[in-house]
Structures are given as structure tokens and as C-alpha cells.
């Protein structure tokens, strides 16, 4: 029997891969294609509109360039404040893209004219610890006349759940394939509003994998699950196997994020929970070709063997929980410099998190994608 991997070339981690893939965004006729496509808009309906906002896309991803080009070259002390414009930038590229033709910047300014976001007073919070710190500054949505309105809101209109990646294997008589493809879908819909209430930074930071090996310095504990996924599709019996696999944590987080998972009534005698030691295994066998129906949690795929479910996401996906972590580090660092400063200053715990989580922004972590 012969067995085919598909190979992927090795996408380097780094902002010039990013930025050079994101230029493609700069071709405004392209882009106006795009969102007439998105929108299934005719050639000529909206047409200067639709062509001013390819244009606004351009001019928001190349400000972008230019931010997190610029925060490369500064400290912590001012990194987070480059860095939030240049997430911002980011987003309102993506919701001018994603939204019809009559939502360019200057239709939006009358009623949005706003971060979005607003900040608590986080007070005197050099005199305390800094996982206290990063409990109490909270960033909520902005809130006017009964409507949330601002750049921030714009953008979570538009935000969408990710896809799940995972492996697949297809067997024949004579050869075996294996790749690494989408296994799963969301819904192009709105994930939910966040709580009025708001996030605070320990809220972002728990909910981001790539913080995982230093948030123990903030006493902070993963709000997701680690898990893998896999589709063995048997093409000499048109039987398929969907595998998805919670590794050993702690059992509570297990348990919730287990309750997230959804199944339509049909799929009862398809599906095997299979439980282990602090860990736990969905098993659907259904003929080749058919869909299985059911809600996953929502998760972040890094690699085929690398998927976190949720048990709190808080209603946004991986890039908007950078997008708020990065608007209340921003604020703290540009109107309460005593506290930041003071922080970096002792190389508090708060400082040296923050500092990996810049780093690996800027490094262009895997959450920048091109918007499609």
C-alpha cells in the first residue's frame, strides 16, 4: 500500500510573509471585486462607493505596516500604544471589506466616532500586585443612546468565528492520502455581543494559547482545552470516523467545555463519548458523505494537532482578544505612564507578560490572515 502526504510549504512567522500577502489588498479594483462578490453587488450598483471603500481598505492596511513597523523600534514603554493602532487599523480594514459598499469611514464617522471600547479607572494601581492589576482594569464596549457604537463595534459586527483544522486521512484499495485540511465550518454570522461588563486584561491573557508558557506569572490559568481532530474517510466501505480529542487538564475545564458541544438528535446513535483520566473523546461514525450535525465550542486551530476549545471566550475570536488586550494595555501605558512605568520599572509580572505578548504580536503571530 503506498501512502501520500500532502506537504505544505512552511509559511515563515514573521511580518514581511504578512505584510506581503496583505499587499494584495492594496489593488483597489481587486478589492472593489471583492466586496461586490461578498455582497453580491452588480458592476455598476454602488459603484463609487464601493470603490471609495476599497481605497479606505488600502490607506487603513498600509497605516498598519507603518505601526507595527514603528513599535519595532521602541520599548514596552510605548510598544502597546503603536501596537493597538495598528490592530485597529487592521480591523477596520477587515469591516470595510466585509461590510456592504455604504460603510466607508466617513458614512460610519457621524455615529461611530469612537474607539468602541471604553477603559475603567484602574486608580492606583502601582501599590498593587500585578495580577490584581490585571483583574481590575477592564475594557467595555461603548455605549451610547441604548446602541454600542465606535470602531470597536463596527468591527464585531463583521467578526466571525474561525474554522477548525484538522487531519485527514482518506484510505483507497491501493493508497492511503493524508493532509491537513478545514474539518469543520462556522456560521457567517455574529459571534455575540460581549458582556456590558466588559474584559479585563486577565480575561484576554487566559484565553490566548500562545501566553500559555509565562501566565503562570500572573497566576492566570487557561479559560480553553487543548485537543486534536481527525477524519479517517474509508473510500473501500464509504464508512468515515470524525475523532476529536481533549487532552488531560483539569477536569472542571474538561467538564464545561464538554458542555458545549451540541448534537442534533440524529446524531445519537452516531456518536461514542468515550471519557478518560482528566480527559475526554467524541467518536461520530456516518457514511461517507454525510454532514454531522452538531455545535462545537468555539476554538482557535494553530495545526492539524493543535486546536483549543473554549470554555469562555467571551464572544470574540483570537484576534479580537488581542484587539481588547491591546486597547487597555495602550490606554494604561498612554494615560496612566506613572503606573506603566512603574511596572517596567520593578520588571513586574504584569511588565514581563506584557512584554511576551508584544513580542509575539509583533513577530506576526498566526492570527493575522489575510480576510476573505
Sequence with gaps: MVTITSVHETIPNDTDFIWRMLRRYHDVDWVGGRIRQIHSL??????????????????????????????????????????????????VAEYLLKSDGKSSLDANRSTHKHHGLELTDCGNTNALKS??????????????????????????????????????????????????EISGYPNDRRIGEISSKGLSLADCFSALPFLAPIMYQLNLFPSYVRALNEIVEDHRTNIAILDVIIHPTDTNLVMNVADKFLFAPSEVGRVNIHEFKSGLGFRWTVSDGDRVQARLPRSISYLAEETYFYADDHNLNEFGLIYVGLYILGNLARYYPDVWMWHIEKSSALAIVSDHFFLRVNLGHRYFACPN
Design 42 to 91: 452588480g458592476r455598476n450598483e454602488h459603484k463609487e462607493n464601493v470603490l471609495k471603500q476599497a481605497r479606505q481598505v488600502k490607506y487603513c492596511l498600509k497605516q498598519a505596516e507603518e505601526y507595527f513597523s514603528a513599535a519595532k523600534s521602541v520599548s514596552i514603554a510605548t510598544q502597546p500604544v503603536l501596537l493597538y493602532y495598528g490592530v485597529m487599523s487592521l480591523a
Design 131 to 180: 495580577e490584581e492589576v490585571a483583574t481590575i482594569i477592564r475594557a467595555k464596549p461603548f455605549i451610547s443612546q441604548d446602541e454600542r457604537r465606535g470602531t470597536f463595534e463596527l468591527w464585531h459586527r463583521e467578526a466571525r468565528e474561525y474554522p477548525i483544522i484538522g487531519k485527514r486521512t482518506r484510505k483507497y484499495t491501493s493508497s492511503t492520502e493524508v493532509t491537513t
